[in-house]
Structure formats: C-alpha cells, structure tokens
C-alpha cells in the first residue's frame, strides 16, 4: 500500500513552488533596482567629482591670471621708479631729511628750552622725547594737525608764563603747513610710500640700517624709533630711521654724532 503525504487544506506543492518563485522573483527585481540606483549615485558622483576638479582648475587659472597681473604691474613699477619716479623720490627724500633736520630738530630745542633742567641727561631725554612725539605727530598716519602740535608745545612751556606759551604756540601752523606740503608733493608721484616707525624693540643697532639719535649710545639695543624712515615699498629706504638705544651718558659710551 503507497501512501502520500498530506498537504495542508487548500495549499497544494505546485502553490508553495510558485509562491516561492514569485519571493524570489521580487527580491531579485528589488537588488536590481537598487544596483541600478547605485549605479546613478555613482555616475552623478563621479560627475560632481569632475566637476570639483573643473572648478579647482579654474580657480587656480583664475589665481595664475591674477598673480601674472601683479607680477606685471609690480614690474612696471620697477620700471617707473627707474626713471622720474625714482628721481623724484630722491628730491622728496632730501626734502624730507633738511625739514627735520633744519625746522623739526631745531624747533624742538627751542620748545624745550622752555623747561630746563639742572641735569644734562635730562634735558636730553626730554629733547629727544619731544622730536619723537612731534614726529608722530607731524608724520602719521593722518595730515599734521596743527591744533595737536600747538597743544603738544604749550604742555613744554607751561611753566614759563603766558608769553612763552604764546611763542611755541606760533611755531605750530607754519611747521604744519610744511609737512602737509611734502606730504602733498609725495602723494603727486603716484606710488605708494609710507613713513615708516616700526623697529622691533630690542634690536641690536646696526648702521648701515638705522640713523643713530645724536646723544645715544650705539652699544645698547634699539627702544624705538624718534624720527621715521622715508620707504617706498620694494626699494630700500630713502632715508634711513633715526633710533634711539639709552642716553650715552648713561651707557658709558661716547655720545655719536650722525
């Protein structure tokens, strides 16, 4: 006698085999549609990809262009100053080095003739601080201001009565105008340029860079900068900036003349 197994009511083998089929069928369809979808991604990505590296390119054209431009305009400067810019430059320099030496220096000791001391050394200290802060004053960023250096000159002859005050006070405009003329005549060259009063604070004092302030000692280090440097960038300066080191007199070494 053969006997068969029984199926579950209303399923048959052939249901279970086509049933099974179809799973099948489906998940295959699904990993499909999801390699297909990998596939895009992976396209659009390599797209964005290419397209980053068209744009990094570009961009770097785009730097290449913009550093040829300044390599040229920075070459025709060269050229420019070789020439009547170079020249003028020269006679501005000069200009700028007899105002300081022949009005600014000797305007200053006459202004802080007005407060002696019995000490040399500090008369000395006191002239030299006032030509550096007149020079701030006169050399900065900005136009001299005339009410600022009248102000600064009055403060040294406070003590010497109303008539002294009124004398340093009158040297104020006609020093101003002076300065604001060269400034005027610089900024007719066209190039730029600057007065320069930077100086790292403790430096050692080296004279083919710096002018040495007249009562320093050369053999202690820079503390800052009295009068500035004339500079027109790329070229070394015009005029070199006065520093200032210690009092020699303090220092134990022979006061240096420029």
Known sequence: MTYQAQQPD???????????????????????????QLHRL????????????TDFASALQAQDAQLN??????NQLREELSGAAEERHHTLAA?????????V???????????????????????????????????????????EVRELFRSYAAGAGPDAE???????????????ALRAAIADTGTAFRWDFEV??????????????????????IRHVVIPAYVVPGRPPYVRATVFTVLAAQFGSPVQHP
């Open 69 to 74: 431009n300044l390599l040229l305009l920075h």
């Open 42 to 53: 992976s396209q659009q990505r390599q797209e964005d990809i290419g397209q980053l590296r």
């Open 95 to 103: 200009d700028f080095k007899d105002l300081v030496q022949l009005t």
């Open 200 to 221: 790292a604070p403790g430096s050692a004092y080296a004279p083919d860079r710096y002018q040495l302030w007249q009562s320093a000692s050369d053999q202690a280090p």
């Open 105 to 147: 220096v000797p305007t200053c000791m006459t202004v802080a003739s007005y407060c002696p001391s019995l000490h040399e050394t500090d008369m000395q200290k006191r002239r030299m601080t006032l030509v550096r802060r007149l020079c701030r004053l006169l050399f900065g960023a900005l136009p001299a201001m005339y009410s």
């Open 166 to 180: 009124k004398h340093v006070a009158s040297l104020a405009e006609p020093l101003c105008a002076q300065v604001n």
């Open 10 to 36: 209303g399923e048959q083998p052939h249901d279970v085999a086509a049933a099974m089929a179809q799973y099948l069928g489906d998940i295959g369809a699904g990993f499909t549609k999801y390699a297909k």
